[in-house]
């Protein structure tokens, strides 16, 4: 049960959604910017809001797996597999569109993204909205900046342009959901996240290609390289040489800031102009906080932020994967 006054949000949200408003909605990846899918009016303002090109399909969000059968037509034995096992959660499914999905939702195509989000409020939203009810939502921070996280972050991105803001806390992964396509006889991951590739593939009980959707004729937009990127340029180095390019900078007299999920070297630590901040040796403990402390080095006015390479195993996939694209420069 929700405390009284969450309820009273709960509905509010649900009545400004279904008079075609726009709001920024906490899941357990990260908050999502709402509209209800069928408000063609609403959905465009997703796409201003976020500054978002229109040919990058937005995901729908459905209070449980019997809603699939509005949004999503001939669903593979495959993804009812993994929806019974990871929804509600971070998975997103590709599938084949019911004709009732909005071309403004799929940028055309004929495949359609669908998940189930583990948050009790986006849960609540949904459910208040009423059966056969979905919710296009992208994440709510401008295009290629940094997903947030808390609302604080949504607050200072997007303020007054979205209709409400409902706060449900820190967002417990921290990264977007891991987007699988069971698309035809194959399954692939479009997007690593926060299903750890390893738990598909044991729901699966096979190998699942992980395709660099960047090279791919499907517009992703996670997928595009200089994406999740803060505004201080991000340089990735392996634990070798990040030190050494360190001092290199500050010897330039540029303020630089790091962040080394190793166990810190003590023999370095004394260095005025370099702040390192330890990030956890775990992958999910690292993706959980990495977004947050990249907009903090951000607000920190630092001149180059060097961050220490991730381990190879899959489990890191999605640090890695966000990572890079910080790191890209147009
Ligand atoms: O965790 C998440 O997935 C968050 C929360 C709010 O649910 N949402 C999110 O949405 O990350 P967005 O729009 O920032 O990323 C969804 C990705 C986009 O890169 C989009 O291009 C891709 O899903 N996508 C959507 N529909 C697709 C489709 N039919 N085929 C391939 N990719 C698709
Ligand atoms: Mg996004």
Redesign the pocket.
């Known amino acids: 049960m929700l405390k009284p006054e969450l309820q009273s949000q709960i509905e509010a949200a649900a009545s400004l959604l279904q008079q075609g408003g726009v709001i920024a909605l906490p899941?357990e990846?990260?908050?999502?910017l709402a509209a209800d899918a069928s408000n063609h009016a609403a959905l465009k303002r997703i796409f201003n809001i976020k500054g978002r090109p229109a040919d990058?399909?937005?995901?729908l969000?459905i209070a449980d797996e019997s809603q699939l059968v509005h949004w999503a037509r001939a669903v593979p034995d495959t993804a009812r597999r993994l929806a019974h096992r990871f929804w509600p959660g971070?998975l997103?499914l590709?599938l084949q569109r019911s004709p009732q999905v909005s071309d403004i939702i799929?940028g055309g195509?004929d495949?359609?993204?669908v998940?189930v989000?583990d948050h009790p409020l986006a849960l609540a939203v949904l459910r208040a909205m009423g059966s056969g009810a979905a919710l296009a939502?992208?994440?709510a921070n401008r295009y290629g900046r940094i997903?947030p996280t808390t609302a604080q972050h949504v607050r200072d991105e997007l303020g007054d342009s979205v209709d409400m803001i409902l706060d449900g806390g820190a967002c417990k992964v921290g990264l977007?959901?891991t987007?699988v396509?069971c698309i035809g006889d194959t399954v692939t991951v479009?997007?690593p996240?926060?299903i750890p590739l390893a738990a598909i593939e044991d729901v699966l009980q096979h190998k699942v290609e992980v395709i660099d959707s960047s090279s791919a004729k499907?517009?992703?937009?996670?997928?595009v390289l200089s994406h999740y990127a803060p505004v201080t340029p991000l340089e990735l180095l392996p634990r070798e040489s990040l030190w050494q390019r360190a001092c290199e900078l500050e010897q330039q007299g540029l303020r630089v800031a790091t962040l080394e999920w190793s166990a810190p070297d003590t023999v370095h630590s004394a260095h005025a102009g370099i702040q390192r901040t330890t990030m956890p040796a775990n992958a999910a403990a690292y993706g959980q906080m990495l977004y947050a402390t990249l907009r903090q080095l951000d607000h920190a006015q630092f001149d180059r932020l060097l961050a220490e390479a991730t381990p190879h195993s899959t489990e890191w996939l999605a640090v890695a994967d966000r990572l890079k694209r910080a790191s890209h420069r147009d």
């Open positions: 899941t990846t990260v908050y999502g990058h399909p937005l995901i969000h971070p997103t590709i799929t195509q495949t359609v993204g998940r989000p939502a992208p994440s997903s977007e959901s987007i396509s479009l997007r996240g926060g499907i517009r992703v937009s996670g997928s």
